[in-house]
Structures are given as structure tokens and as C-alpha cells.
């Protein structure tokens, strides 16, 4: 029964790789939609970050002598698709507007990336995977630090400046 769960384990990294992958093309486009300078960076530094996830995952794959393509993270797409549908709103909207939308979409996505890698994590764990284990939690530090990031500039001036834009 292990190998089922070892394919199944090998079908979500596959799903996170497409989804950092089309999560490094979104990210130029709300660095650019966005306004308060520490959120363009912040956005530009997980960029970065995202680049190093697509890379982990391939040292993940290599290291379970396994391909990374074949699926197709309909999720993230989902979810990018939400924020194009927001970014689409600049000029419309306030700009602290934007930019708090923005951090609720960006934040729906670590989210969701946290939630799928705890779950490979455990399996990995559970499958004495270590290498892999190894790769997949330096990369959810980088996920929940960035979800921490994003409140913080919500919560400390943003989000104010979004209501003092909208009345
Ligand atoms: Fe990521």
C-alpha cells in the first residue's frame, strides 16, 4: 500500500511544481499592479523565493529519480485567475485599494502552497524521504514567512489606507 501513496505523494509534488511555476509568472504582474513600495518588494522578493521553490522541487524530483511535469495545478490557476480579474480593476480602484486586494489574493496563494506542502512534508516524513523532507521545509519557511509579511503590511498601514481611500 505504500507504493499508492507514494504515487499519490509524487502526483501533489508534481501539482506544486506547475503551481510555483505559474505562480512566478503572476508575481511580476501584482508587483507591478501594486503601489506601497514594501508591497512591489515584497512581491519582487518572493519572486525570487519562487524561483528557488521551482528549483527545490526539482532537486526533490531528482533526488526520487522521478520527472516533475505532468500536471497541471487547476488551483493556482484559479487563484491567479482571481487576481488578474483584481489587477484588471487598476485605475478603477484606489490605489491602497488594489494594493489591499492584492495582499488577500497573495495570501489565499501561500496558503494554499502552505497547506499542500505541510501535507508532502508528512508523507515525506512518513516515507523516510529525508532529502526531500529537507527541501520542502526550507521552502514552507520561505511560504509562511511571506504570509506573515503580507499581514504585516496589511495590518500596519495598508489596510487603514484602504478605508480612508474608499469613504
Ligand atoms: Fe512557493
Redesign the pocket.
Known sequence: MQGALHELFLDELRDLYSA?QQ?TKALPKMAKAASHPQLVQAFESHLK??EG?VKRLEDAFTALGEKPDGEKCEAMEGLIKEGSALIDRKGDLPDAVLDAGLIAAAQKVEHY?IASYGTVITWSTLMNHDEVTELLTE?IA??EAADDKLTMLAENGINESAMAGSV
Do not use: I, M, N, V
Open positions: 510555483e505562480l523565493e519562487t521553490h502552497e521552502t520561505e511560504e
